[in-house]
């Protein structure tokens, strides 16, 4: 079983609407969860990180967390063009950092 | 400017060479790390460091090596051993505070 993954893409979606990315990891013992930006060619950039249970909002991004779960999401609202990239979750269980493969996502005007 | 810098951008190298990637951080962050990203892939951890002079092999280690004399510069050697160096290679460092990871803008190394 691998230790983080997401959902399967291309995840395409029309310009406006939601983006919805999922998460999932099997360390029950993480503490630290993150959402990183990659546009092709360059390096990730970090969009959100979540440590506790809930819903952590910044401007059109929401992280949700679920322990129980072991799930984590990012939901982009108002998706643009600018948004379309591909997105990796990464999970801190101790001091390595894991990362899952990444779902690529294309919005579309 | 505080940030990661690592050098060259692209690196072209020739089979049987050791070459040597740079990674500089003026964060003053302890913690640095090496990825690797092949096309359409997820990153792999090749070896990370907690400390100056102390560190630790990744899940892809073989063919590389790393040292940490200093606690700004990480450098990347990839040897003659690595059997398929040509990738984009990835440098990292992370803040304990936050616990949060941070990236430099990568070098990208071709094999000919």
């Known amino acids: 079983q691998k230790e983080v993954e997401q959902n399967s893409g291309p995840l395409s979606v029309p310009e406006g609407a939601i983006a919805s990315l999922n998460c999932t990891y099997s360390d029950r013992g993480s503490q630290s969860f993150f959402w990183y930006r990659q546009y092709s060619g360059k390096s990730p950039e970090l969009i959100m990180s979540?440590?506790?249970?809930g819903d952590k909002e910044d401007g059109r991004f929401t992280a949700q967390l679920n322990k129980a779960s072991q799930y984590v999401s990012l939901l982009i609202r108002d998706s643009q063009p600018s948004d379309s990239a591909t997105y990796l979750c990464?999970?801190?269980?101790?001091?390595?950092?894991?990362f899952g493969p990444g779902t690529s996502l294309s919005v579309i005007p | 400017d505080g940030g990661i810098t690592q050098s060259p951008k692209y690196l072209f190298r020739k089979e049987g060479q050791n070459v040597t990637l740079s990674c500089e951080q003026n964060l003053n962050h302890d913690a640095m790390y090496w990825y690797r990203q092949d096309p359409g892939q997820g990153l792999r951890l090749i070896y990370y460091s907690q400390i100056v002079n102390d560190f630790q092999k990744g899940d892809i280690a073989e063919g590389y090596s790393v040292s940490r004399e200093k606690k700004e510069s990480f450098p990347l050697t990839v040897t003659s051993a690595q059997k398929n160096p040509t990738a984009f290679y990835l440098c990292a460092s992370r803040d304990r505070a936050i616990d949060t990871q941070y990236f430099g803008p990568g070098t990208r190394l071709t094999v000919l």
């Open positions: 990464a999970v801190n269980p101790f001091d390595k950092v894991i």
């Open positions: 979540i440590y506790s249970n």
